[in-house]
Structure formats: structure tokens, C-alpha cells
């Protein structure tokens, strides 16, 4: 069973950094895609970053793009999301996902979301 589970989110001012991590287990990082979406209060989840562990490729949307950096630890079954110049709009729940393809920073053919992790930016 695919099992994901974030961890990391908090409180931080504008301006500063934090990492989410995200914990899988019950799959195996070449065999599929695995990224971040975010739900802000009162909009839609949107995917933000995807990444293909068999090429190393990564994806961003360009809300996000030179700002937030994901990455993978195979050997920890872990999933990164350091996420630098924090801005108050980027404060979301924050989940994790995986998939079969990205499709630039959209994760297709979703197989699991991750119980989210909130992030809170103060201006």
C-alpha cells in the first residue's frame, strides 16, 4: 500500500525559508512521479511541483519557480520540498502526491495524496 506522509510545515515570516518533507513507503521512486500541490483557503489545490525519479527531472509552476527546490533521498524514501523567499500568498496546506507522469508540474494518473501539511506565511 502506498503510504505518504508530510511533515515540516509551520509559521515563518515573509521572506524566509522552510522544507517539506515527505515519508513514502510502498512504492518505488523509478517506477513512478512524485510532487507537491498546495491548497490555499478558499481556492483550488494546484500542483506546484512534480518530479520523475527515473530521469531526475523537475517540474515547477511558475508561481513557485526559482523559489522552491524539490528533491528526492531514495535511500530515506523521502521527497523534499525546500521552499526559499516565502511570500504570504504561498500559505497552503501542502501535500504530497504521486503519480505516473508529470505533465510540467502536474502529477497524472494520481495514485496517493498525503494527509497535507500546513504552511503559514505572516507579511
Known amino acids: 500500500e502506498v503510504q505518504l506522509v508530510e511533515s515540516g510545515g509551520g509559521l515563518v515570516q515573509a521572506g524566509g525559508s522552510l522544507t517539506l518533507s515527505c515519508v513514502t513507503s510502498?512504492?518505488?521512486?523509478?517506477?513512478?512521479?512524485i510532487g507537491w500541490s498546495r491548497q490555499a483557503p478558499g481556492k483550488e489545490r494546484e500542483g506546484i511541483s512534480c518530479?520523475?525519479?527515473?530521469?531526475?527531472?523537475?517540474y515547477y509552476a511558475s508561481a513557485v519557480k526559482d523559489r522552491f527546490t524539490i528533491s528526492s533521498d531514495n535511500a530515506k524514501n523521502t521527497v523534499y520540498l525546500r521552499m526559499s523567499n516565502l511570500k504570504p500568498e504561498d500559505t497552503a496546506v501542502y501535500y504530497c502526491?504521486?503519480?505516473?507522469?508529470?505533465?510540467?508540474?502536474?502529477?497524472?494518473?494520481?495514485?496517493?495524496w498525503g494527509q497535507g501539511t500546513l504552511v503559514t506565511v505572516s507579511s
Open positions: 510502498g512504492f518505488t521512486f523509478d517506477d513512478y512521479v
Open positions: 518530479f520523475s525519479g527515473t530521469d531526475g527531472s523537475a
Open positions: 502526491a504521486v503519480g505516473r507522469w508529470c505533465s510540467g508540474a502536474i502529477i497524472n494518473d494520481l495514485q496517493r
